[in-house]
């Protein structure tokens, strides 16, 4: 029983392997949803636009300082 499963586990990872690494399907494995690009893209200009915000609050903090 043991050789059995040990074997089939075996075969099954090698095909497993064999079909996830095909050089034509490459491009689609490494391509990027479509969802996940528009997030990361909204979130680096959310990231811009609290940077903005943080430099104006820092000015205005330093503002009020040298006052």
Known sequence: MHLLVNQTKD???????????????????LSENEEVAVRRQ???ELK?????ALDIVNE???FNVFI
């Not at 811009?48 to 903005?52: F, K, R, S, V, Y």
Request: proline share 0%; net charge negative; with cysteine.
């Open 60 to 62: 205005i903090r330093d």
């Open 42 to 44: 909204a979130c680096m």
């Open 48 to 52: 811009e636009h609290l940077q903005c």
């Open 11 to 29: 075969s099954l990872q090698n095909t497993l392997v064999s079909t996830l690494y095909r050089e034509d399907h490459l491009e689609e494995l």
